[in-house]
């Protein structure tokens, strides 16, 4: 039953879920973007969003690609134990 109940969350979440790669390349670079911004913001240090406006008022995939990539690698960045100790 443990198993089965397992199999059936791994796939619940994994569908929702589209690698970055299967996706256009301005949500890529979207994503990237959005990441490389969130792991600034962890470090205490203050820097500019690394987001081209241009594309990001412009490009719903960019738009997209850099909130996903933002959410994501804040939520990895928080939950980091280096993060913990400070």
Excluded at 2 to 28: F, G, H, K, N, W
Excluded at 29 to 46: H, I, K, N, V
Excluded at 47 to 68: F, H, K, V
């Amino acid at each position: 039953m443990r198993r089965v109940l397992t199999a059936v969350i791994l796939l619940a979440t994994t569908a929702c879920m589209t690698p970055a790669e299967d996706r256009p390349p301005s949500y890529q670079l979207g994503f990237g973007d959005g990441c490389a911004t969130a792991s600034s913001e962890g470090t205490g240090a203050p820097r500019p969003a690394q987001r081209n406006e241009m594309l990001y008022s412009r490009d719903p995939d960019y738009r997209a690609g850099w909130l996903s990539g933002h959410t994501q690698c804040r939520s990895q960045t928080a939950a980091s134990p280096i993060n913990r100790l400070y």
